[in-house]
């Protein structure tokens, strides 16, 4: 259990990294867990695994992370402040790390109102900047929130998110800086579609000398189809995809727009390794993980490195 | 303020159903500015339920009396001399008025006419929004007099979510988000300093820490 994160020793090697989301199951089954770990096995450094995204039911973060863990993959555990409150937190960061997990990245997560539970209380005890604190906090200082000492701090890799193509922008990479601050060591972004905002935005963290500081990896989502282009543009708050996507996956036969997709995330890759300043992307293939090794064999970043 | 809005007439006359004469009082502060409990809206339920039992061909007695604070004491002793007289009583007060009535006539039945909802400031004709959650450690110095506890719908201390596009909160696009405010605001200023701060996690113990909290001034005590 003494093993370092993938995804750290990949980034610190100077390697272009590639992460993968998997979502947990809507049931208690773990195989559903392990096939996908098994089917992104090889074609990616570390994989993310979401925290009741978008306030819907799943089975935990956390034990999702531990099986994929005993498939022999680098998990990085998706926490959000959205449902526990900072002693729950605390104490699920410390189980993380006795499994064997090595990354964590922090986020506030979707509001519960968008979920299966609308009638839940929105927790929010702490934010995820508050979080990220924390974590570095127990890690390198060794004692929670409060100043209580910990036995044995925990062995944790710490991510947090940035979405370039939110309001208000300028103000956005201010609060990467934040984040960074804070102590975050990775940043994974929400998808990028618009390319020509996601380089000016690029050319701010330059400005603010956070491309230095911090291994920052760009978001992939391969759309499946021109009705998903169209919803996610209009539905998903904080996403930005031009109307050029849009036309593009309509210009195709409905039965092509997932190779259409696929396409574009591939060319968004290739875009990103040439963009200073990008360490590595971070693909979220939604209910569609094997989707994954395609788009990593044929953005040339396959075979991973070993490290 | 803190503001209410009236339950709707089947919910109030459930809870009065066993009874038969029924004191109606309002509240002439906070609820009788939001229009939700004032002299006014005390009569107009009365009224209501005098129509109701009307058509219905039940016999009630109601009366209606409007006290200037339903919190304080020397006004709710107004009701010493009457109260006797009625099986219930439907306070038209906030969740603090409904209390203190039963506080001071603890035998009596007292029943709610309003939901509580929240402070907040009129901001214009009809409209009232909530401002504060009073959360006992104001920080508004630092956010340009915007609460994001109360006007963030994650109570965000250290900046916007990733949901706000066009100054909208990804909540309900009705509502503009509170860190883009804050944000502009700042800027105005030439104050976006303060936003470079990392905020520590809240004091919720000056909330919800130890039940009900309580302000208690020697130099206000007789």
Known sequence: MKTDSQLKKVLNRGEFAVTAECGPPKGADPEAVRNKGRILKGYVDSVNVTDNQTGVVRLCSLAACALLKQEGLDPVLQMVTRDRNRIALQSDILGASALGIRNILCLSGDHQSFGNQPHSKGV???????????????????????????????????????????????????????????????????????????????????????????????????????????????????????????????????????????????????????????????????????????????????????? | MITAERKPLSEIKEMIAPYRKILVVGCGSCVAECASGGEKETGLLGSALRMDAKSSKKEIEVKEMTLDRQCVYEFINQLTDVIDQYDVVLSLGCGAGVQAVAGVFPKVHIVPALNTTFIGETKEAGLWVESCRACGDCKLGFFAAVCPVTRCAKGLFNGPCGGSRTDRCEVDPDVPCAWQLIVSRLEEMGRLDLLRKVHPPADWSKQQGKGPRKIHREDQST
């Open chain 1, 124 to 307: 929010f005890d702490i934010d995820s900047v508050q979080l990220v604190q924390a974590v570095r906090q127990m890690r390198d200082r060794g004692h929670i929130i409060g100043g209580d000492k910990l036995t044995e701090p925990p062995r944790l890799f710490i991510g947090a998110v940035a979405n370039p193509f939110a309001d208000p922008f300028k103000y956005r990479v201010a609060r990467l800086a934040t984040k960074v601050d804070a102590g975050a060591e990775f940043i994974q972004t929400q998808c990028i579609y618009n390319l020509n905002r996601f380089k000016e935005w690029m050319g701010l963290v330059k400005e603010y000398g956070l491309d230095n500081q911090v291994y920052i990896l760009g978001g992939i989502t391969p759309l499946k189809s021109a009705r998903m282009a169209e919803y996610m543009a209009a539905q998903v708050a904080g996403m930005d995809i031009p109307v050029e996507i849009i036309n593009r996956m309509k210009s195709v036969p409905a039965k092509e727009q997932r190779q259409e997709g696929i396409r574009i995330a591939v060319e968004t890759i290739e875009a990103l390794k040439e963009i200073e300043g990008v360490h590595g992307v971070h693909i979220m293939a939604i209910e569609w993980e094997d989707a994954v090794p395609q788009i990593v064999e044929e953005g040339k970043l396959f075979p991973r490195p070993e490290v």
